[in-house]
Nanobody, 118 residues
Framework: QVQLVESGGGLVQAGGSLSVACAAS????????MGWFRQAPGKEREFVAAISWSGGSTAYADSVKGRFTISRDNAQNTVYLQMNSLKPEDTAVYYCAAGVVGGSFDFWGRGAQVTVSS
């Protein structure tokens, strides 16, 4: 079991930057792949970024590639999402997720609101 708590986010103007962090409980954090997903009002939850257990491999949605960076600190049991050049369409609740390697994302945080004004 992994418990995830997001922090950060907030309100920023278009073109600005924000970051969100996700703190995980448990001693096996380094065994999990981690991901960020988001859900905008009236839309389905969508994949944003993922990072392997070691941090050596990352993946991004095309919509955020080149603007967002996912990273992790296994010593601190934390995964981060740095968001630059934000656009109004990035406005959403951002969720942290964890999953075993080769499996689905089974553990989810409660989300952090990110609002980008135009």
């Amino acid at each position: 079991q992994v418990q995830l708590v997001e922090s950060g986010g907030g309100l920023v103007q278009a073109g600005g930057s924000l970051s969100v962090a996700c703190a995980a409980s448990g001693r096996t954090f380094s065994r999990y792949k981690m991901g960020w997903f988001r859900q905008a009002p009236g839309k389905e939850r969508e994949f944003v970024a993922a990072i392997s257990w070691s941090g050596g491999s990352t993946a991004y949605a095309d919509s955020v590639k080149g603007r967002f960076t996912i990273s992790r600190d296994n010593a601190q049991n934390t995964v981060y999402l740095q968001m630059n050049s934000l656009k109004p369409e990035d406005t959403a609740v951002y969720y942290c997720a964890a999953g075993v390697v080769g499996g689905s994302f089974d553990f989810w945080g409660r989300g952090a609101q990110v609002t980008v004004s135009s």
